[in-house]
Each structure stands twice: as C-alpha cells, then as structure tokens.
C-alpha cells in the first residue's frame, strides 16, 4: 500500500523568499510517479511539476523545484522568489506503477502556504 | 479548450435523495477518475476507469457508483445521500497510463448533504 506524508499544515513565507514543503512516500514499487500539484482558493487543481522514479536529474519547472532523494523517499517542493499569487493548498501525490488496469494517484494532506508582502 | 467539465457545481442534497455528477471531456482521454475531497484533507479515489465499459474501484467506493458508456463522459450516482457524503468532488482524466501523465482537473462539484 501506498502513502504520502505531508507533515507541515501550513506555512508563513515571506514575498521573494523561497519556501520548501516537505513530502515523504512509501512505496514498494520500483517504478512510480511523483507530482506537486496547487489548490488555490478558487477550488481548481494545477498542475506544477512531475518526478519520475528513474529520473537522475531533479525536475525544475520554473520557479518550481523538486528535491527528489530517493534512498529518503523524498519528494520537497521548492518554490524560489515567493509571489502573492503562491498562496495556496500545495498537494504532493504519487502514481504507482501500472498493473493490468488503472493508473491511481494517491494525494498527501497538503500543505497550506500563506505568503505575506 | 473545455477540458473536463463537470457540472453541477453546487448541489445540496437532503438525507436519502440520490443524484448524479456529470463529468465530460474533450480530449479522447482514455483514463477517467473520481476523486473526493473532505475539508482540510488531500483528494481521495472514488471510483476509475480507463475505457468504456471498464470501471473499477478506489479507496473510498461505497455509496457509489459508476459507468462509462462513452470515451466523454464518467457519471458518478450518489444512491441513498448520507451526511457523511458532503465533500468536494473532483473528475479527472488522462491519456494513458505511464508514470507521468498528469491528470486534468475538472472545477469541482460541492456537494453537501443535510
């Protein structure tokens, strides 16, 4: 069975700054899926950045970063030079490997950022 | 782009009643999902399927029910409401299964139950 952990309910960063959201997962599957994804107060989910389990390289995607530390199963969200527009519920979630049918996603808690000016 | 639709957007619901959640999408996606979202918590797995007429179970699946005639549309029937169904319900979909197709969000449909 799978499980994603997100310890930190909300967060405080300051404008401009970077903030880290931590995400930890368990897994036996050696081929999986990590994804960030954002909930802002509108209730939409977006999409930020994804992390393959066989990816050597850590994924970027803007002002989004993914510290992937597999010997830790880690998957922190980096978000660098912080805007108002970051305010929101940030989801870290994992896509186990296919079996005959289904492609499941299995979400964290998530993590509620608050940027202040 | 439309992307996934779902409608309604709001729904109240009294003990008892049964209703569907429309889901639809425009992008010949194969795979569809059905999440749940409680207040202050992460998105729970209703109900998948990854074809027509292929349908299957997630975490959380009793009260449900599902069917997928269509490429386009995932209905999901609430059968005999409970309170313990007031959440935020998301549709989903993707093209297919490897490991790094995201999935498309519909806007979500807040369903309370009184």
């Known amino acids: 069975a799978q499980k994603i952990t997100q310890t930190q309910p909300g967060m405080f960063v300051q404008e401009k700054e970077a903030v880290t959201l931590d995400c930890t997962y368990d897994t036996s599957d050696q081929s999986y899926g990590l994804f960030w994804y954002k909930q802002p107060s509108s209730g939409e989910m977006i999409f930020l950045i994804y992390q393959g389990s066989y990816d050597e390289q850590n994924a970027t995607e803007g002002r989004y970063s993914l510290n992937f530390q597999k010997a830790r199963k880690s998957a922190n969200l980096v978000i660098s030079a912080s805007q108002l527009g970051d305010s929101a519920m940030y989801f870290c979630a994992m896509r186990e490997r296919v079996k005959a049918a289904g492609n499941k996603l299995t979400f964290g808690g998530g993590t509620r950022v608050l940027v202040k000016p | 782009n439309a992307g996934v639709t779902q409608t309604p957007k709001f729904r109240i619901l009294k003990i008892g009643q049964s209703m569907t959640l429309q889901c639809t999408q425009d992008?010949?996606?194969?795979?569809m999902y059905w999440y749940r979202q409680d207040p202050g918590m992460g998105l729970k797995l209703i109900y998948y399927?990854?074809?027509?007429?292929?349908?299957d179970k997630g975490e959380v699946p009793n009260g449900y029910n599902v069917s997928r005639s269509t490429t386009e549309d995932f209905p999901l029937r609430l059968e005999l409401a409970a309170p313990s169904q007031t959440s935020v319900y998301f549709c989903?979909?993707?093209?297919?299964?490897?490991?790094?197709?995201?999935?498309?969000f519909g806007s979500g449909t807040q369903l309370s139950v009184l």
């Open positions: 399927s990854v074809g027509a007429g292929i349908t």
């Open positions: 989903a979909s993707s093209y297919g299964p490897p490991t790094n197709e995201k999935l498309f």
């Open positions: 992008m010949n996606h194969n795979y």
